[in-house]
């Protein structure tokens, strides 16, 4: 890879500074020099192909989380494999850590150690800020808002849904906050690009380390859980159930005895794990299309399992970081050429590896964010940004994108008023005659959708 500190790439020029096609770069190398005031004083807008990264991801959200119960190709995948769905969650969090990248960029590494010369403040706010992300989550998705089918509000607090979408971007946020704070090169060398960094790479290697000593050394006992015989947040009058879960097994990656399940049961506690787990569409489980599960099916069918668990953050951190090497890329190379050969060939690395990884037995799973899930989905974030860019910001089809672009600039907006339906409430409230004649009413039962209570976990 070309080096990144050499005395050619300290003047940064901003994304704007090459305004002509990839391909014609080579021939006006002076009309890119003549433009440097310009381009210096354009540098602080924002990346246009990143906002429409953001957009696109939002876009998928809503749609496998609406459409997906009638389009199960799109939903997500019961436990092992990839569909559509299952690469949401890392966009978001490869949207983080590029966006980390542009927030502590750098014309050159002199004022990257100006801008967080005081680290421990640069630290604290970094915290504030994933605090309050992971509180919004908690509120969000933890149960307090019932959804569509149920008007009502609050969630007994022992069985409050601890972590969520919002809560795993906080964590991979702050984990690569504090690796740009204080794990960068703060000399200028000429040294290679993947030296200037290397130590956001060992904490990959150290979290994916951790991961896998983890999810095949710990020893899963039997369990047992309570169940509820309710699908809502709240505690259900009816009585309850025990089921007994036989494990007695160390690195089992199914749904009912792995080590991440285990790790959240002690940690959080059953009753503040993800009560609809996705495992339930498996053959095994045999659910109705009214998602309940029958009395003949596996004891595990009936437990709660927290997809954004402890375990899995680690990975899902690990992707937040790799992440920011991709913003590196953007924020400290000049030449579309450059930024574009550099992401496609991580891109293809991390592609080889992942798919080996699958080849050989480690599966792609996204409720346990498996080390070959990992790669492959931060690969194909990777290529997606990548051709994205190509098209918004190499060849100008933003106007192409505004509508994604637009939904990028106010992607919290949107998830919040998404996630807590308030936009399909407001809807809803204009019907013809009585309130079942509404849009939503009709649009459900066009698409013969189930009801949905609340957003599914990405």
Same mark, same amino acid.
């Given at each position: 890879?070309?080096?990144?500190?050499?005395?050619?790439?300290?003047?940064?020029?901003?994304?704007?500074?090459?305004?002509?096609?990839?391909?014609?770069?080579?021939?006006?190398?002076?009309?890119?020099?003549?433009?440097?005031?310009?381009?210096? *004083?354009?540098?602080?807008?924002?990346?246009?192909?990143?906002?429409?990264?953001?957009?696109?991801?939002?876009?998928?959200?809503?749609?496998?989380? =609406?459409?997906?119960?009638?389009?199960?190709?799109?939903?997500?995948?019961?436990?092992?494999?990839?569909?559509?769905?299952?690469?949401?969650?890392?966009?978001?969090?490869?949207?983080?850590?590029?966006?980390?990248?542009?927030?502590?960029?750098?014309?050159?590494?002199?004022? *990257?150690?100006?801008?967080?010369?005081?680290?421990?403040?640069?630290?604290?706010?970094?915290?504030?800020?994933? /605090?309050?992300?992971?509180?919004?989550?908690?509120?969000?998705?933890?149960?307090?808002?019932?959804?569509?089918?149920?008007?009502?509000?609050?969630?007994?607090?022992?069985?409050?849904?601890?972590?969520?979408?919002?809560?795993?971007?906080?964590?991979?946020?702050?984990?690569?906050?504090?690796?740009?704070?204080?794990?960068?090169?703060?000399?200028?060398?000429?040294?290679?690009?993947?030296?200037?960094?290397?130590?956001?790479?060992?904490?990959?290697?150290?979290?994916?380390?951790?991961?896998?000593?983890?999810?095949?050394?710990?020893?899963?006992?039997?369990?047992?859980?309570?169940?509820?015989?309710?699908?809502?947040?709240?505690?259900?009058?009816?009585?309850?159930?025990?089921?007994?879960?036989?494990?007695? /097994?160390?690195?089992?990656?199914?749904?009912?005895?792995?080590?991440?399940?285990?790790?959240?049961?002690? /940690?959080?506690?059953?009753?503040?794990?993800?009560? *609809?787990?996705?495992?339930?569409?498996?053959?095994?489980?045999?659910?109705? *299309?009214?998602?309940?599960?029958?009395?003949?099916?596996?004891?595990?069918?009936?437990?709660?399992?927290?997809?954004?668990?402890?375990?899995?953050?680690?990975?899902?951190?690990?992707?937040?970081?790799?992440?920011?090497? =991709?913003?590196?890329?953007?924020?400290?190379?000049?030449?579309?050429?450059?930024?574009?050969?550099?992401?496609?060939?991580?891109?293809?690395?991390?592609?080889?590896?992942?798919?080996?990884?699958?080849?050989?037995?480690?599966?792609?799973?996204?409720?346990?964010?498996?080390?070959?899930?990992?790669?492959?989905?931060?690969?194909?974030?990777?290529?997606?940004?990548?051709?994205?860019?190509?098209?918004?910001?190499?060849?100008?089809?933003?106007?192409?994108?505004?509508?994604?672009?637009?939904?990028?600039?106010?992607?919290?907006?949107?998830?919040?008023?998404?996630?807590?339906?308030?936009? /399909?409430?407001?809807?809803?409230?204009? =019907?013809?005659?009585?309130?079942?004649?509404?849009?939503?009413?009709?649009?459900?039962?066009?698409?013969?959708?189930?009801?949905?209570?609340?957003?599914?976990?990405?």
């Amino acid at each position: 890879m070309p080096a990144i500190c050499s005395n050619s790439s300290l003047n940064f020029r901003g994304k704007m500074a090459e305004i002509l096609p990839l391909l014609n770069n080579h021939h006006h190398q002076q009309e890119e020099d003549d433009e440097l005031i310009v381009a210096d *004083k354009k540098s602080s807008r924002r990346i246009a192909s990143l906002d429409v990264f953001r957009g696109l991801s939002i876009f998928l959200m809503v749609l496998v989380d =609406y459409a997906g119960s009638s389009l199960p190709v799109i939903a997500h995948s019961p436990w092992n494999g990839l569909h559509l769905a299952d690469f949401v969650m890392p966009l978001f969090l490869f949207a983080a850590g590029v966006s980390l990248a542009i927030v502590y960029k750098c014309p050159s590494l002199f004022l *990257k150690q100006q801008k967080i010369e005081n680290k421990y403040e640069a630290t604290w706010k970094a915290i504030v800020r994933a /605090v309050g992300l992971f509180l919004l989550g908690v509120f969000l998705q933890g149960g307090y808002l019932h959804g569509i089918t149920s008007l009502t509000y609050g969630v007994d607090i022992e069985r409050i849904r601890l972590l969520g979408i919002l809560q795993r971007i906080a964590i991979g946020y702050i984990a690569a906050a504090v690796c740009e704070i204080w794990l960068s090169r703060q000399t200028c060398q000429k040294a290679a690009f993947f030296r200037n960094y290397m130590w956001h790479w060992c904490a990959v290697f150290f979290l994916s380390a951790i991961y896998i000593g983890l999810t095949y050394g710990l020893y899963v006992a039997d369990w047992q859980f309570e169940d509820l015989n309710s699908f809502s947040s709240l505690v259900s009058e009816n009585g309850s159930t025990i089921h007994t879960v036989t494990c007695s /097994v160390r690195g089992d990656l199914g749904p009912a005895c792995n080590a991440a399940g285990m790790i959240d049961r002690y /940690v959080l506690g059953i009753n503040h794990l993800y009560q *609809k787990p996705v495992y339930r569409n498996l053959k095994e489980c045999n659910i109705s *299309k009214g998602g309940q599960v029958p009395d003949s099916s596996p004891s595990w069918c009936y437990a709660p399992f927290e997809p954004e668990g402890i375990l899995s953050s680690l990975t899902a951190s690990a992707a937040c970081i790799i992440g920011l090497q =991709y913003g590196h890329i953007l924020t400290e190379l000049q030449g579309h050429r450059d930024r574009l050969c550099n992401w496609s060939l991580l891109s293809i690395l991390l592609m080889i590896l992942g798919s080996v990884l699958a080849l050989i037995g480690i599966p792609l799973n996204k409720s346990l964010y498996t080390i070959s899930y990992l790669l492959v989905t931060s690969a194909a974030s990777g290529i997606t940004f990548c051709a994205l860019y190509l098209l918004v910001d190499v060849y100008g089809w933003r106007r192409v994108a505004f509508v994604l672009e637009w939904m990028g600039k106010h992607s919290l907006s949107i998830f919040i008023l998404v996630t807590s339906n308030l936009i /399909v409430i407001a809807i809803q409230g204009f =019907y013809w005659k009585s309130p079942g004649n509404n849009i939503v009413s009709l649009f459900f039962s066009c698409w013969d959708f189930e009801h949905i209570s609340s957003l599914r976990s990405p």
